[in-house]
């Protein structure tokens, strides 16, 4: 009789737990990634102004987007509401909504940074902005706890850690990152035709400032004078027999 049962609770012990242990790995990745930047932000009740940068750029969208998708991980800067007040009035104002993207894009390096990664970053860190071409670089230095930021425009702290996992990092930073190229070279989005315009008139009035171009300028514009006296009158002359400017134009 014993030996007789006991092999059957066994059996019925094993076929149920070999499917429930199938089931377990499965379940075990499902652990929620913190993938919500602003909801991170938001218990740091200190970073109003570049959360609504972020959420009014859609770049909280995107970064949401590549925690889930990079391997690499991110590192957020995020700057203080007081760092935002502590800019030059108007400064943020005065950026397009491009350049607020890439501003925001600025404060955010497309790998995973821990404290102790930052003494042996190499110089120059690309960031999100500007894309792979790396024309928004900043410069991070480090010497025991302190790091520092450096953009060209800007100096900044790293104050404290925000967040920090695997694969997110985030600090906060006493400054506003501003990108160099913002104040390096002019914009080059805005209407050709007329920046060309602009550009070729202060060219001549800051040529006479100017060391060789002035010499040259200076004698073209004697014999440019002169040129302009005796065509003037050509003008006139033949103005007054002609109406039309393809004509004139022709007569020359
Ligand atoms: C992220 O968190 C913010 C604030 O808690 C919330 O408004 C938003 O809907 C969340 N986004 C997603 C994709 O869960
Ligand atoms: C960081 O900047 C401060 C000045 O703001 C300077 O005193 C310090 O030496 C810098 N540290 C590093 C590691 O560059
Ligand atoms: C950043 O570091 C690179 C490499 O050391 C250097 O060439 C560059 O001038 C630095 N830029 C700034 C803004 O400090
Ligand atoms: C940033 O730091 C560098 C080197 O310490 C210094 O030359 C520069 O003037 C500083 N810039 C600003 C805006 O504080
Ligand atoms: C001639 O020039 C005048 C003024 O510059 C302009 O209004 C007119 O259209 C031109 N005529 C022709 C035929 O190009």
Do not use: W
């Amino acid at each position: 009789m014993k030996p007789n049962f006991s092999p059957l609770p066994l059996l019925f012990l094993l076929l149920p737990s070999t499917p429930s242990f199938a089931q377990s790995p499965a379940a075990a990745p499902a652990p929620p990634r913190p993938n919500n930047v602003t909801a991170i932000l938001e218990k740091a009740s200190q970073f109003t102004t570049f959360i609504h940068l972020l959420q009014t750029t859609k770049v909280a969208g995107q970064i949401n987007t590549q925690l889930i998708n990079s391997n690499q991980g991110l590192t957020i800067f995020a700057p203080t509401d007081n760092a935002f007040s502590s800019l030059k009035p108007g400064t943020l104002n005065s950026f397009t909504d491009e350049q607020k993207v890439e501003l925001v894009q600025f404060h955010v390096v497309p790998s995973f940074f821990s404290p102790s990664q930052f003494q042996t970053v190499s110089n120059p860190l690309r960031t999100q902005a500007g894309g792979s071409e790396g024309a928004f670089p900043l410069n991070v230095t480090a010497n025991g706890n302190q790091v520092n930021i450096t953009t060209g425009v800007t100096n900044a702290t790293l104050a404290s850690s925000v967040y920090s996992d695997s694969q997110l990092a985030v600090y906060q930073v006493d400054q506003v990152l501003l990108p160099l190229s913002f104040f390096q070279s002019p914009p080059p989005a805005p209407a050709p035709e007329k920046s060309k315009k602009s550009t070729v008139s202060p060219d001549y009035s800051s040529g006479s400032g100017d060391g060789s171009p002035t010499d040259s300028s200076g004698e073209i514009s004697l014999s440019k004078n002169q040129f302009f006296a005796f065509s003037s009158i050509v003008l006139v002359l033949s103005c007054t027999f002609l109406n039309e400017n393809e004509s004139v134009l022709h007569s020359f």
